[in-house]
């Protein structure tokens, strides 16, 4: 099975300071992998989802880039973080069948002050 | 295009109640359908999923939910609640965009359960 991996687990960042957030996958090959934000009260927000190295596809216009260097790790980053950037950010990682399950890493905490 | 509805942000029950956490979708195609549970500043966790076979999918921890075409439901279920079944619950339904799996998630629903 899957094993998603991200880091850091919490992280707190003033206003206009760069962000990367990695995430790397164990037990599979070539997965699809997904961003995605949870803001305070909020549900999912996908931001940004891969199908392969260098392929990254944006969801939503925002202050936020993802590249993904290797076929299992997968990074977020910002150039300068604003306070709408605070949330919880997950990493997923699924299988290249059709609709398979999507497998979640255990998040990192962004608090942007 | 997909989308998903579930009906109350919150839902309280007591220790051995009954847990119902229901969930609509919209699908323009035969719709995968997934639970996930999410416990405070944790990832998501998928429960049970449902892939077109058969239509009531048992999951873990003893919760379980059933496919109701006619209804478009994919409501959650489990006989007794226990504490540690207290965290946020997200209905999904999957559907191939673009060549990948897209997740549409609901909004989702946080149990609460009391003694």
């Known amino acids: 099975s899957q094993t998603i991996h991200q880091w850091p687990a919490t992280l707190v960042q003033p206003v206009g300071s760069p962000l990367s957030l990695e995430c790397t996958v164990e037990?599979?090959?070539?997965?699809?992998l997904y961003w995605y934000r949870q803001a305070a009260g909020r549900g999912l927000q996908l931001l940004f989802y891969?199908?392969?190295?260098?392929?990254i596809s944006s969801e939503v216009p925002q202050n936020l880039s993802a590249s993904r260097p290797q076929d299992r790790q997968f990074i977020l980053s910002s150039k300068k973080l604003l306070l709408s950037d605070s949330g919880f950010y997950l990493c997923a990682s699924q299988t290249t069948t059709g609709r398979d399950t999507q497998y979640f890493g255990p998040g990192t905490r962004l608090t942007v002050l | 295009a997909q989308s998903v509805t579930q009906l109350g942000s919150h839902v309280s029950v007591s220790e051995g109640a009954l847990v119902l956490l229901r969930c609509n979708y919209s699908?323009?195609?035969?719709?995968?359908l997934f639970w996930y549970v999410q416990y405070p500043n944790q990832g998501l966790q998928l429960l049970l999923k449902y892939t077109s076979a058969a239509t009531l999918v048992k999951g873990i921890n003893g919760f379980e939910a059933e496919f109701k075409k006619s209804e478009t439901s994919f409501h959650l279920t489990k006989p007794s609640a226990h504490m540690s079944d207290a965290a946020e619950y997200f209905c999904a339904v999957s559907g191939l965009s673009g060549g990948y799996n897209k997740l549409i998630f609901g909004a989702g629903t946080r149990l609460a359960v009391h003694p």
């Open positions: 037990g599979t090959s070539n997965p699809n």
């Open positions: 699908s323009s195609v035969p719709p995968y």
């Open positions: 891969s199908v392969g190295i260098g392929q």
